[in-house]
């Protein structure tokens, strides 16, 4: 049966995504499997299995978690509590796809909880100084002039645009579905938030003279 | 280059500035390597052969709307025959296995630690000084031990 019988468009001239958002675009199928099989593996005690879905989703709970100005050890135990939860959860997972937007919110879940307790408690040891706490150098990477630059104007946007860029940032992605619901914002404004949040970025100190020394 | 900002193509321009923000990001705020490896571990804490009693409610989040929480805060945990109700107040964690039995009952913490104590007559327990961080407790009945879910304090 010859291709034409779809009336798809074909790739080159489908038009971008409406978000305008530059998304991987690996084989869905594939990828889906492959989940799968870790999924089930972990769940059947495969520490391998296990170790492999932490590494690979780390940075997307990470990033939900530092979408909230915590201090360092609660954000850590936010990010702990999360991965307990998986590993309760992880016979019920029937669509491991939606594995990345259960793990974003139930990591978000898990900060607000303590954000609740902390009003009560004064839990947060330290007032939130975004703008004024020296950034801690990660020693596995190098940072440029270019990251210290981005760094610093990152940390003088809203909590709302930290929050909604570092969201977007997540690798695997979370689904645009789950972050429309975590933002309660439509998801048809998620595009269009993310492109003035960048703007605030670009009119930061610095940023806009990064483009010359590239 | 001063055009830049009003080029046609802003969303290329965009995609650039996001990609190098995510380096950034990564460079400065990666999962911290101590925070990552603790979670390999935490696959082989599971208690596959324990019910699992599930959070019902909890006061920190579920009396949500009002102002201020109520306190002490509350759980409520539930398996098919067996349900674990606690109050936390400040550091200690007062309990009870309902239906009432006088059983070990286990408080275990994210490092691994455990405490133990028995439960009265009437189902009720008492933990002091219990550190911050997630927690799950363990009710050993007579007929398989029921296990809560995690919970942080």
Redesign the interface.
Known sequence: MPLSATAKAPERLRPPPPTGVRRPAPSIRRVSDDLTSLVQAASRDDQAAWNTLVDRFSGLVWHVVRGFRLPDAVAEDAYQTTWLRLTEHLDRIRQPESLAGWLARTARNECLRTIRLSQREQLTDEPDEPDGATPELDARHIASERDAILWSAFATLGERCQELLRLLLADPPIPYETISEMLDMPIGSIGPTRARCLQKLRAADGVANLREDR | ?TD??TASD??SD?????A??????????????H??L???D?????R?DDE?AELQF?S??DA?GVR??A?P?QLSFEAAATSIEIEIDEHHIVGQVVPPAEVDVQLTN?SGGTTSIRSDAVGHFRFENVE???IRLTASLPDGSVTT??F?I
Do not use: K, N, T
């Open positions: 280059m830049d900002l802003s969303s965009d995609a650039e500035l996001f190098d923000l995510r380096h950034a990001i990564d460079s400065y705020d990666a999962v911290p390597d925070a990552r603790a979670a390999h935490l696959l082989s804490w599971r596959l699992l909890d920190a989040v949500a201020g929480l306190w805060r994210a911050r961080g997630a879910q995690w942080s």
